[in-house]
């Protein structure tokens, strides 16, 4: 199975900040990530799939990058809205494995 | 606009049996391949099955081999998870997703979940 371990567990931010985490899998994924967002007692948000395209109506502010068994979330200029948990995915192989969350918290 | 409702949850002893059910409507269900994703009470996000448009693939995380059932009914637009000896590692909000697959995979659209408690 590949692992996806995602750093850090949490952060703390100001709104107008840039923020930036990491994901790395346990073998090559090629670009076969994505990345959720996910409030309190809310289902998972698609943020960004293979890699580094925006799902459609994501904010521009939000991008990702990557490939092989390294990738990134970088959310620019930090909006209030933007304070939740984030998850990455490897969808190369099953089973799709998630890392195990970044908590983004106000500063 | 595309909708996802999971029902069928609640309280099981250990050792029991649930159904999920998840209703989908808004798209061609037939096309799309679906996802169970779990999440225990605090924890993160755990990838549980996935089933193919046809139900000709399945396919599943090792905990659960051996005691979850994916399955899907197209003519009804619906999707399934059939969880038998349930354990209390087990218990979490079961949530199901689409897949969409035009350029990689990744799960475009959640339900809103259900939740699963197993307990005595």
């Known amino acids: 199975d590949i692992q996806m371990t995602q750093s850090p567990s949490s952060l703390s931010a100001s709104v107008g900040d840039r923020v930036t985490i990491t994901c790395r899998a346990s073998q090559s994924i090629n670009i076969y990530s994505n990345w959720y967002q996910q409030k309190p007692g809310k289902a998972p948000k698609l943020l960004i799939y293979a890699a580094s395209i925006l799902q459609s109506g994501v904010p521009s502010r939000f991008s990702g990058s990557g490939s092989g068994t390294d990738f990134t979330l970088t959310i620019s200029n930090l909006q209030p809205e933007d304070f939740a948990t984030y998850y990455c995915q490897q969808s190369y192989s099953t089973p799709f494995r998630f890392g195990q969350g970044t908590n983004l918290e106000i500063k | ?120």
């Open chain 2, 1 to 120: 606009e595309v909708q996802l409702v999971e029902s069928g949850g609640g309280l099981v002893q250990p050792g029991g049996s649930l159904r999920l059910s998840c209703a989908a409507s808004g798209f061609t269900f037939s096309n799309y391949w679906m996802n169970w994703v779990r999440q225990a009470p605090g924890k993160g996000l755990e990838w549980v099955a996935n089933i193919k448009q046809d139900g000709s693939e399945k396919y599943y995380v090792d905990s659960v081999k051996g005691r979850f059932t994916i399955s899907r009914d197209n003519a009804k637009n619906s999707l399934y998870l059939q969880m038998n000896s349930l354990r209390a590692e087990d218990t979490a909000v079961y949530y199901c997703a689409r897949s969409d697959y035009q350029v990689l995979p990744h799960c475009d659209y959640w339900g809103q979940g259900a939740l699963v408690t197993v307990s005595s």
